[in-house]
């Protein structure tokens, strides 16, 4: 998402807010009394404006993925709305600082905002697909270059429309081409002047059209008519939040992968899991007891459940969390859990859902063993079969794992070689554009699902 349509969105938002809480204003008490009364709900508002954009941002509101006007989106929006709703009660009520308790005028506002928030957001999703797009020519017929043309076309809103594919080499096209809405290009004498004719603004290139220079050589001598040209593996970056395999060699960990230039952050980052560590291993405690009579009471067992789990550079270290599971739930055999695991408990589902048999690993982010942030943590009975089966598969283990992590918050619970290989492209993601930034979104996101889960 541009830069530019992000501060369109939330300038449109911030126009929805006053202009929810103008409104408000004026209707109840009048024109002649609006500017006093401005003046007294201004500052106290504003302060709620960053509740209202928190709770946006957390619901992926501003993520140009989301913008399209289905049942996903206003049921995204609907929620963040009633969160914001009820921080904003507790607001007035909890810090009676600001000399006003606006029932009336709260209820209003937020009935006000709700409504014209809809309408602004369903304009916004509208505009930007029915927008000026960026023509794009992908080079490259292939499973990667398919998905993303695919992904182009199902997501106006992302603002580009494929107008061609470009077939080179030896690359077997798929069988379902008869029916690509795509036009595919084979005829690389042509390409010069479709690129001029239709206008292209971008060309996508595979790596395997990097391989042939007589492909390299024809796009060079294009450099004139000011077209942008990126690699498959960097737009689908862009557009999907994770890193396609078929689109990457061990060259582009070279180029990408600069661990050099991270020891700052990393630096950072173990400073700030130390204080969060030592600040959440203090509520932790204080539930421990209680959580501890739960699991006691729902089945025979010990409280914490120890597992060896892969670490940095695929050093083991044990794992610390609440049982969650039945005692004999493997019996010696390791096996893969799944969502809705019928080998745990009734207590555990809870703990499991709103998160909190993973308190204790606050223990191994201590200790150094893991990150508040960073890939999952997999059993190394899983991690040996599966790097033989999954490419860079090990390069997941670069960093620390973590207790949450981008992969976590951006695919559902996996338990196959498939989901595996999908976790590892938003892995892989994570690694090369981890920053602060980052870690933050990724812990707001987290904490907010978790409450979603904990309330189902």
Do not use: C
């Not at 349509?5 to 809480?21: M, N, P, Q, R």
């Not at 929006?77 to 606006?102: D, E, H, K, N």
């Not at 603002?159 to 798929?174: F, S």
């Amino acid at each position: 998402m541009t830069m530019f349509k992000k501060l369109t969105l939330i300038a449109s938002d911030l126009v929805a807010f006053y202009g929810a809480l103008a409104a408000i204003l004026v209707a109840r008490y009048g024109a002649d009394s609006f500017s006093a009364q401005w003046h007294a709900h201004n500052m106290p508002f504003s302060l709620l404006l960053i509740v209202w954009l928190l709770a946006l941002y957390i619901s992926n509101l501003y993520d140009q993925r989301m913008m399209r006007n289905d049942r996903d989106f206003f049921a995204r929006l609907g929620q963040a709305m009633l969160v914001a709703s009820v921080a904003s009660v507790l607001f007035f009520y909890l810090i009676p600082y600001f000399g006003i308790t606006p029932k009336l005028n709260l209820f209003l506002f937020l009935v006000a905002l709700a409504v014209i928030m809809s309408g602004t957001r369903y304009l916004y999703n509208q505009i930007i697909a029915r927008g000026t797009k960026e023509q794009l020519l992908i080079v490259g017929v292939n499973e990667d270059s398919l998905n993303l043309a695919r992904l182009v076309t199902d997501n106006p809103q992302l603002g580009y429309r494929v107008r061609a594919m470009v077939h080179v080499g030896q690359e077997a096209l798929p069988l379902e081409r008869a029916i690509m809405p795509w036009q595919v290009l084979e005829d690389l004498a042509g390409i010069a002047s479709f690129i001029t004719e239709q206008r292209i603004d971008t060309i996508v290139i595979s790596p395997s059209a990097y391989q042939m220079s007589e492909v390299i050589g024809l796009f060079y001598g294009t450099l004139s008519r000011r077209v942008d040209f990126i690699n498959l593996a960097s737009m689908s970056e862009r557009l999907t939040g994770r890193v396609p395999l078929g689109a990457i060699n061990q060259a582009w960990f070279l180029d990408n992968m600069s661990e050099g230039s991270k020891k700052s952050f990393d630096t950072l980052k173990r400073v700030i899991d130390i204080a969060a560590s030592l600040l959440l291993g203090i509520p932790a405690l204080a539930i421990t007891p209680f959580v501890a009579l739960a699991i006691t009471v729902d089945s025979p067992g010990p409280i914490f459940f120890r597992q060896k789990r892969s670490g940095r550079s695929g050093i083991p270290f044990d794992i610390i969390k609440f049982r969650t599971m039945r005692t004999d739930a493997e019996r010696g055999v390791a096996v893969w859990a799944s969502e809705n695991d019928p080998r745990v408990t009734a207590i555990g589902r809870i703990l499991r859902k709103s998160r909190i048999d993973e308190l204790p690993q606050l223990w191994n982010i201590l200790r150094g063993e893991m990150s508040l942030v960073g890939p999952r943590a997999e059993r190394p009975e899983f991690d040996t079969s599966l790097a033989q089966q999954i490419p860079f598969y090990r390069e997941r283990y670069l960093i620390k794992p973590g207790l949450s992590g981008w992969a976590q918050i951006n695919y559902p619970y996996g338990a196959s070689v498939q989901d595996a290989i999908q976790k590892l492209q938003y892995d892989l993601y994570y690694i090369k554009h981890r920053s602060l930034a980052l870690d933050i979104a990724i812990v707001l996101k987290t904490a907010s699902i978790s409450l979603r889960r904990a309330g189902r």
